[in-house]
């Protein structure tokens, strides 16, 4: 049964989504107590329409129209006509798939949802009726249940495609208008730390908290140049309205499509151009917070106080099991006068990044700067469209050949580093010449504002090629950590050798793919992604293969001195290294903020502690 009322209409989105622990005594009363009327200067229709699974995969990432699949003619292709790559063909990349995994031509078609393997709802009969009496829309249906139930590890999407049976889902699901209490919070649908995951021991009901609905920019204020905003906004709906104004956030994780402004709360995000807007912590002016004891905020917007530990800090970071964050005030900028692309070329990873490090060191990082190691060039190249151009097949060919004989670059060891500059005009191009002065004495070459621009543009349309290697037996993850500048190599060589070595010693038949980047720069240090991925034919388990994997790479990690994560968060995933990552007493110091705020853990996700 579902209770949609027509306030849901089309404006569905996959903002932060929240669950909560159903614990009496919890009336109609006290639901319309915290219902908070606010003045609405900005409004939008979502990107996302209503229901979600109409327009998004339920077993796989993003739209449901886009995906890289092989055609009939044996070409890889983009489909749909959401990004700059739909429609284009890839020649390169059914060759890099095939030789970089022996991939299979055998297709295994995912199973379509069946509504008898989701576990029956256990619903609380006085709960449903008195959100009948606010108007809350809610529903209970199998679909919107496992819908979110699940973030995007590799084992939730595995489980999904094999028509595996998930111990726990939420017992229904509820859409707020207002910002409003409720109990359990479930982070955005774009995580990656099995985050969302519904506890199996917990016996009690699980409401899912979907706040897509709470996305309006409440008011700007353009002498201070902030914002104030319901926290259910997905980033690119944001943006957009930003846009419309005048203005923007700057803030640009990967996930932005369909993370939330509450989620990178909730998690401590991090977006690509954090060199010039800086990360969710420093956009951050106020948080209103609904927790089980009541609202947490700051009764001033001061751009900086002194008034013991900064609350915002328990917040940030807190991955849903303090309260729902439901209002954001955070810094906006005005759109930037210009942009520009840029790309340089090293011989070898080492050069690189020394070159990061010395941009680093003398300040002048652009609004983001990527060094992406051999691996991840080759499958960049990969994802090359098709030209149809012979003269610019001819350019092409130059470059390479200037590049790799004239130069004496090894294709086989070169790496890229892919810029992005913005602000004044004057500014940038004083700014384009530091950096590549710079990257000239590390033996770097200007390799053009296409390459870099399509590195940026390849951006938001990776994480689809998971769904296509899981349809060949390949499985694909990514990580993450951040460490300091002396520990960058040695950490980035370990880690890929401890995969290798691991992927061999558990049964894996072919060759993995490690490959990682330096994505972002600060003073002390640097943050590293990892991809890997692995053929998983002969394998009983691969999932479990693959786990065990992540596992040792994730102590390989620490061991390196690298962190527990950058930005993706700790979650359950990670949880058993947060005594090592923080101490016993960091621990016990956040257990107590956990036990005070909720004594009885209505926020019950089990994520952190």
Not at 467 to 485: H, I, K, N, R
Request: hydrophobic share 40%; with cysteine.
């Amino acid at each position: 049964m579902s209770y949609y009322n027509s306030v849901i209409s089309e404006k569905e989105s996959l903002r932060m989504s929240i669950i909560f622990v159903l614990c009496p005594p919890l009336t109609s009363d006290s639901i319309s107590t915290v219902l908070a009327a606010a003045t609405i200067t900005m409004t939008l229709t979502s990107t996302v329409c209503f229901p979600r699974q109409e327009i998004m995969k339920w077993n796989g990432w993003g739209y449901s129209d886009s995906k890289f699949l092989f055609n009939k003619k044996g070409q890889a292709e983009f489909t749909g006509k959401r990004y700059r790559l739909s429609g284009m063909v890839l020649p390169s990349l059914q060759d890099w798939f095939e030789n970089t995994f022996g991939a299979s031509v055998n297709h295994k078609s995912p199973p379509a949802l069946n509504a008898s393997a989701v576990p029956p709802a256990s619903l609380n009969e006085a709960f449903v009726e008195d959100l009948k009496a606010t108007g809350i829309p809610f529903s209970h249906e199998a679909e919107d249940r496992v819908f979110r139930a699940h973030g995007h590890c590799l084992h939730e999407i595995f489980a999904l495609r094999e028509g595996k049976k998930f111990e726990r889902v939420p017992d229904m699901v509820v859409w707020p208008i207002l910002s409003w209490s409720c109990d359990l919070v479930r982070e955005n649908w774009t995580s990656v730390t099995s985050a969302l995951e519904c506890p199996p021991e917990e016996t009690r009901c699980i409401v899912s908290l979907d706040t897509s609905q709470m996305n309006r920019i409440l008011w700007i204020d353009e002498k201070n140049l902030v914002a104030h905003v319901e926290a259910g906004i997905i980033g690119q709906d944001l943006e957009r309205l930003l846009n419309e104004s005048g203005y923007c956030t700057g803030h640009e994780p990967d996930s932005m499509e369909f993370s939330s402004l509450g989620g990178w709360v909730a998690t401590r995000a991090s977006g690509m151009k954090k060199n010039v807007y800086g990360n969710i912590e420093d956009l951050v002016i106020h948080i209103k917070v609904v927790t089980p004891r009541g609202v947490i905020e700051k009764s001033c917007q001061g751009p900086r106080m002194s008034t013991g530990p900064d609350i915002h800090h328990f917040i940030l970071g807190s991955e849903g099991t303090l309260g729902v964050v439901t209002e954001v005030t955070m810094k906006i900028r005005p759109i930037p006068e210009y942009q520009k692309y840029g790309s340089v070329v090293f011989p070898n990873f080492e050069a690189g990044v020394a070159c990061l490090r010395e941009v680093a060191k003398q300040r002048c990082a652009p609004a983001s700067i990527r060094l992406m190691d051999n691996e991840q060039f080759q499958f960049g190249h990969a994802l090359k469209p098709q030209v149809s151009s012979i003269f610019t097949n001819f350019v092409e060919g130059l470059k390479k050949f200037y590049i790799t004989k004239f130069k004496g670059f090894d294709p086989h060891q070169l790496v890229v580093a892919t810029l992005l500059f913005e602000g004044d005009r004057e500014r940038v191009l004083q700014h384009e010449k530091q950096v590549y002065d710079i990257a000239a004495t590390f033996g770097g070459l200007a390799a053009g504002e296409d390459n870099g621009q399509r590195g940026y543009i390849l951006t938001f349309v990776i994480a689809y090629l998971r769904d296509l290697g899981m349809d060949y037996y390949v499985v694909a993850e990514s990580f993450e950590t951040s460490v300091p500048w002396d520990r960058v190599l040695d950490l980035c060589r370990n880690v890929k050798e401890r995969i290798n070595r691991e992927c061999k010693e558990r049964g894996v038949q072919f060759q993995p793919l490690t490959s990682c980047r330096v994505t972002q720069t600060y003073d002390a240090g640097a943050c590293v992604y990892f991809y890997f991925a692995f053929n998983y034919r002969g394998l009983a388990d691969p999932v479990h293969t693959y786990e065990r994997v992540e596992h040792a790479a994730r102590e390989e990690i620490l061991a390196n001195g690298g962190s527990l994560s950058h930005h993706h968060g700790v979650g359950k995933l990670r949880k058993e290294w947060m005594k090592e990552s923080i101490s016993s007493l960091g621990v016990g110091m956040l257990q107590s903020v956990k036990d005070y705020v909720d004594p009885d853990n209505i926020f019950g996700n089990r994520n952190l502690l």
